[in-house]
Structure formats: structure tokens, C-alpha cells
């Protein structure tokens, strides 16, 4: 028998590139979808029809009946957003039940981490009065880098397993808000001190609801892909936010590269058959960090409004900008991406002349090829553009890739020539219908 492939979904870019909407078109053709990092921080939209979800903590596939949707070990879950995304999917028909499993040894966000998170941007953020330099990050506040310092702390850590033995919880949670509530105060936080006995309370409850859903998603990943079974991973947040090879220290917490697979879900890296890197015809970017190709101007507004470029986590206008090449060739390298989904290419419409980002001008006016993840040196290079003609035509009824116009299908051509991956998906439009399938490609399985 041959295995049927597994495939990994990532963004190469900053984020939003759409792959919700991808991950919901390869469902179809897969058994199992797996989140293996990030938390609540994401925001994956999918549109069926006049039907919009938006999803942060469940994966993609859950709108697909049928499909096992796993929160692997590397993810951080808020439990009270998750309850709230069960609900309100559950509110409009779709069937949760026991398809989705949560790791016994995924963390828990808990209220101090996103307490801890929005005082110290606050804090970062209020050093510009005192004459400082802004170095918040802009985060989503969802208190994910907290929650994944406890992951490393190790002794303040607290993991979906142990919502289930209270009196464990209970002695944890003691040590740990006496702990919190000294370090919230340093913050500037005044409140009352953290009560053990009631956060206790709430947990093991929410535990206990949770409790049909939590297992070894370890062992049920290598048991479906003993039995030849089909897993889909999804990536969050984007391969430019990773912790390690990401724009450093604007970046997320975790390992979101495809880099982050293995260590988030127990599946060796040999068991990813394929890679479909997701990037939009253009950039965008939320939150602090530098940005080569921002354009600070009216093409970028333009761009923002076409695109509506607001965040689907926090809703703040996303900065946006020219394709930066030098940028998403590195992200395929890290990534390994076998293919490219081009996203959005329909909001380019309309643009006299394109841009592309092909290589960087350093401050010693030297050139390179090579993107730098240090975000104090990016932020001193200088973009060079090579640039092609756009289009007016609108791309959004086209049903065929031979469809695009000819200025389109060139700048299409231009991506691929300069990333040197092909670009196997073209999208146009945030509708499952709205896409554009390279002939040869089968969408997995
Ligand atoms: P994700 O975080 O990578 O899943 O992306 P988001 O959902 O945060 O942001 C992508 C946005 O673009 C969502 O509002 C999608 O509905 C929308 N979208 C996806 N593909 C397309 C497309 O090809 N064209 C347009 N106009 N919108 C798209
Ligand atoms: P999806 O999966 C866009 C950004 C935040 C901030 C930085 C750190 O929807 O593509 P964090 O709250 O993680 O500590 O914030 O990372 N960020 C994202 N930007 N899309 C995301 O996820 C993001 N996840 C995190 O804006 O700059
Ligand atoms: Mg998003």
C-alpha cells in the first residue's frame, strides 16, 4: 500500500496569508488536521457560501464533517476561548463531538498570562515618555509569550493534564499565584492578589468539560499514520514570526515554521511529504518590527482597503507593502516548501505597475540576495524593485488559471522564476470557489 501524503500548510510571510482558507480546501483530501503551535493568537478566516468563520484555538478542517482536528502538544490554549469557539461553532450547526482531541501535554493560557503580557507592552510602550525608545512588539495580547516562558520555567507551568487532577492544580496553582501576583504588581498591576482557591475552581471545571476531548495526541498521530491515514498540518501565525528564524525580537513565541512540526506534534519531520508554503501576492504585517517594503502611502491604503487588511484576531489595520522576494525565499528555505499557494492576487487589480523586492541595498551600499532575520539590520535595509506591469481587469469570477491576464500570469511567472518554487494554487477571492488549482495538482491524499 502506499502511504497517502502528508501535507504541512505555512505561512511564509508575517502572517494572514490566508491559509484558513487552504487548510479548508485540503480537508477534503486528508484524515487528520493538526495545529502544532501558537494559540489564540492566530486568526484563520474561512468563507463557505455567505457563511464566515473565524477561527483562533480549533483547526481549519473542523468545518468539514467527519475530520479528526488535533491540538497538538506545542500549541498554548486558552481554555476559556476554546470553550467559546466550541460554543459558538456548535451555535451555527457544526458538529464538534469527539473529532476534536487536545493534548494532555499542551499549555494552559491562564488570566495572569495575559495580564503579564499586556503590562509589559504597556510598560515597553510607556518608556517613549520617559524619553526611551519604544520596544514593545505589538503583541495580540493573548498571552502567549508568557504562557510559553512557563513552558520553559517549567515549575510555574501548568498543562491541559493537569486541569484534570484538582488537588495537583490545586497545591500548583498556590505556589504560582503568590509567585504572579509579586511579579503583576512589579508590572504595574493593581489588583487584587490572584486567588489560588478560586482560579482552582474554575479550571478543574473547565477541565472537566474539556475531559472527552483530552488524550495522548501523540500516540493517536503515529496510530493514524500506522493505520494509512492522511494528516494536514496546520500552520499558525508564519514562518517570519518564528521564535528562531523569525525577525527576532519581533516575533511570536514558538517555532511556527514548519521547523516547529516534530517538536509540536511527536511526528518525526519524516512523515511531512509535502509543503505548501502560503503567501500573498503582496505583503502585509501587524504589530511592531521592520518591514523593507512598507508602503507608508497611498498604494498602501489602497491595497489595505481592497484587501481589508484588518486583523481577524484584534482588528488593527495591517501594515502593508510590495511582495518582498529576498523575504519569501528564505521562508521557503526554512519551510522547505514543495509548493506555493499565491493568496489575494484579485486586491492587485487595478495597480498601473507591480513591485517586487528582489534584493536588499545595505547600509555600505553593497547589495544581497540574502535576507537577515536580525531585526536591527533589516530595519537598515533598503529594498531594489524590479518592476512589471499590473492589470485592471477584475480576477474574482475566473474559473481557470488560462483565464489571468497576460500581465497576471507574468508576474505569476516572475515569482516563481525568483523563489524557485512553483506556484501550484492561485486565489482570488476569500470563497472556496475562488481559487485556481494548477491542472496537474491534486490537492493531496
Ligand atoms: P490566515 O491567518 O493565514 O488564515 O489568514 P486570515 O484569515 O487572518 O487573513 C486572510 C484574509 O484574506 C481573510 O479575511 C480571508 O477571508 C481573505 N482571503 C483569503 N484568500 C483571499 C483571496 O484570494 N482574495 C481575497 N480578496 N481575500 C482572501
Ligand atoms: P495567523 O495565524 C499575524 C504577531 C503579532 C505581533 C507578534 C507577537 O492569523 O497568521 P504574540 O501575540 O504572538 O506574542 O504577538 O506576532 N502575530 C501575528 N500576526 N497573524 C498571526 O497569526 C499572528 N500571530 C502573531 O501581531 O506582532
Ligand atoms: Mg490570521
Redesign the pocket.
Known sequence: MTQPANTAVV?LQW???????I?DLLTAKHDAIVRYNGGAN??????IGDQ?Y?LHLIP?GILTPGKICIIGNGVVVDPEKLLDEIRTLRERGVEIGEKLRISSRAHVVMPYHKEHDAALENMLARAVSAGGRDHSIGTTKRGIGPCYADKIHRSTAVRVGDLLRTEHLRRKLETICAIRTVELKALGVEAEPLDAASLTERYAAIGQTLAPHITDTTYLLHELIRDGRSILFEG?N?CLLDIDHGTYPYVTSSNCSTLGIPAGTGLPGTHINRVLG?MKAYSTRVGAGPFPTELDNEIGEQIRQ???EF???TGRPRRCGWLDIVAVRYSAMICGATAIAC?????LSGLDELKLCTRYRLPDGTETDRFTPDAEALSEVEPIYETLPGWSEDL?GLTERSELPAAAQNYLDRIESLVGVPIEIV????ERT??LMASEVTVGG
Not at 42 to 47: E, F, L, Q
Not at 343 to 347: E, K, P, Q, S, T
Request: cysteine-free; proline content about 3%.
Open positions: 505561512g502572517g494572514d496569508e490566508g491559509k484558513g482558507k487548510v492566530a486568526g484563520h478566516t474561512i468563507v464566515k473565524a481549519s499558525a508564519a502560503i481592497r484587501g481589508r486583523g481577524t484576531t493568496m489575494l492576487l484579485d486586491v474574482t486565489s482570488i477571492g476569500p475562488q481559487t
